[in-house]
């Protein structure tokens, strides 16, 4: 295999998709992957000399490299493309999402989820975004919905390659009663993940609680992450008086999120977005039926009423209806567990590596 270099901006101990991601190919490639990203030190620097140390730090180690992979079409996307185009490599980058919406979201500026947004003017960031898109040699996406999102940008369709995430299959040595004991949480565990942002709907999760304990006075729900929308939903499970039933339990390591798997009975997202969701495929792996939303990449795992159910974007009543149903048919809760797992099977990092191996030497 050549040598590649990889550009990112968080790898491990940062927690988050991408530098899982990245740690996954240099596990596998060794010696002939190497990684720039942003360090501790690097991040206290002021914006503009940040990115600029970067850039440095991408020239001086791509050389010797025969191509080079950028996680984001923004960002560390802009100074690996220069550092490509001067040292005459192959560039590729992967694009997991509308980052300009993403940023725009998480920062008030627009109400509008990611469709809608597609249709509104381009700004300068976007355009750029684009342009990074459209100088690669190829752009990898993780479903067959963010490849038509790209395509949507005008990067042609033969450019843009599917790759799926992957899942490692986990080998639990504890029950689920065990792995509650060691989280501190006793009871039914409902599940959900993610940062904590408007779109990923965990206001309506909290808000259904009531309900939901009119059905399960032992459910628990458990909410896994980070994010801007923290202080409110800390005020919604205060004025609701469930604090003692909904836990905010921050953001987590994969191995400490895979132990809240374990433990969880369903695994619920109400997402108004989402690429291609590993937490969804991480679930499954390991056991856990899902209720989630028919929206991105969503419908490519799952197929209604068979291995799992969805409903629309906040969609109060049916999101509360899949729910009860999943958990009063323990029949149907077993037969989203086996279908799931057949789904999971298919994602494995042995299937991810090759076919990314497969699109760099190209």
């Known amino acids: 295999m050549q040598k590649i270099l990889i550009t990112t901006g968080?790898?491990?101990?940062?927690?988050?998709?991408?530098?899982?991601?990245?740690?996954?190919?240099?596990?596998?490639?060794?010696?002939?992957?190497?990684?720039?990203?942003?360090?501790?030190?690097?991040?206290?620097?002021?914006?503009?000399?940040?990115?600029?140390?970067?850039?440095?730090?991408?020239?001086?180690?791509?050389?010797?490299?025969?191509?080079?992979?950028?996680?984001?079409?923004?960002?560390?996307?802009?100074?690996?493309?220069?550092?490509?185009?001067?040292?005459?490599?192959?560039f590729f980058v992967r694009v997991v999402g509308d980052r300009v919406w993403e940023d725009a979201i998480n920062q008030g500026k627009t109400p509008l989820l990611i469709g809608d947004f597609q249709k509104t003017k381009r700004g300068w960031r976007q355009r750029l975004q684009v342009k990074v898109c459209q100088r690669a040699h190829a752009v990898i996406v993780p479903s067959a919905y963010l490849k038509r999102l790209v395509q949507g940008w005008g990067i042609a369709p033969e450019k843009i390659k599917i790759i799926p995430n992957s899942v490692e299959i986990p080998a639990f040595l504890e029950t689920k009663e065990e792995a509650r004991t060691a989280l501190g949480i006793h009871g039914k565990i409902i599940l959900s993940a993610g940062r904590l942002v408007p779109w990923k709907g965990f206001r309506l999760l909290i808000k259904l609680m009531?309900?939901?304990?009119?059905?399960?006075?032992?459910?628990?729900?458990?909410?896994?992450?980070?994010?801007?929308?923290?202080?409110?939903?800390?005020?919604?499970?205060?004025?609701?008086?469930?604090?003692?039933?909904?836990?905010?339990?921050?953001?987590?390591?994969?191995?400490?999120?895979?132990?809240?798997?374990?433990?969880?009975?369903?695994?619920?997202?109400?997402?108004?977005?989402?690429?291609?969701?590993?937490?969804?495929?991480e679930a499954m792996a390991a056991g856990v039926p899902v209720v989630t939303t028919n929206v991105g990449g969503n419908p490519e795992l799952l197929r209604q009423g068979e291995n799992g159910f969805m409903v629309k974007y906040n969609d109060e009543f049916n999101l509360l209806e899949a729910i009860k149903t999943l958990w009063q048919s323990p029949e149907l809760r077993e037969k989203f567990i086996e279908e799931g797992k057949k789904i999971a099977s298919q994602f494995t990092v042995a299937r991810m590596i090759q076919e990314t191996e497969t699109i760099l030497h190209t």
């Open 10 to 90: 968080i790898y491990p101990p940062d927690i988050g998709g991408p530098a899982t991601y990245a740690k996954m190919l240099v596990d596998h490639w060794g010696d002939r992957a190497t990684v720039v990203t942003y360090t501790k030190v690097l991040r206290r620097f002021p914006k503009p000399f940040r990115q600029l140390i970067y850039l440095w730090k991408t020239w001086r180690h791509s050389a010797g490299v025969d191509a080079v992979y950028s996680l984001s079409a923004l960002g560390t996307g802009v100074a690996t493309i220069w550092v490509a185009r001067w040292r005459r490599k192959p």
């Open 210 to 281: 009531p309900e939901l304990l009119k059905l399960n006075p032992f459910f628990r729900l458990v909410i896994v992450g980070e994010g801007p929308d923290r202080e409110h939903l800390a005020a919604m499970i205060k004025n609701l008086n469930v604090q003692q039933k909904v836990f905010l339990v921050g953001k987590k390591s994969s191995s400490e999120l895979a132990r809240y798997v374990r433990a969880a009975e369903l695994f619920v997202l109400n997402t108004g977005y989402e690429g291609f969701s590993h937490q969804i495929l």
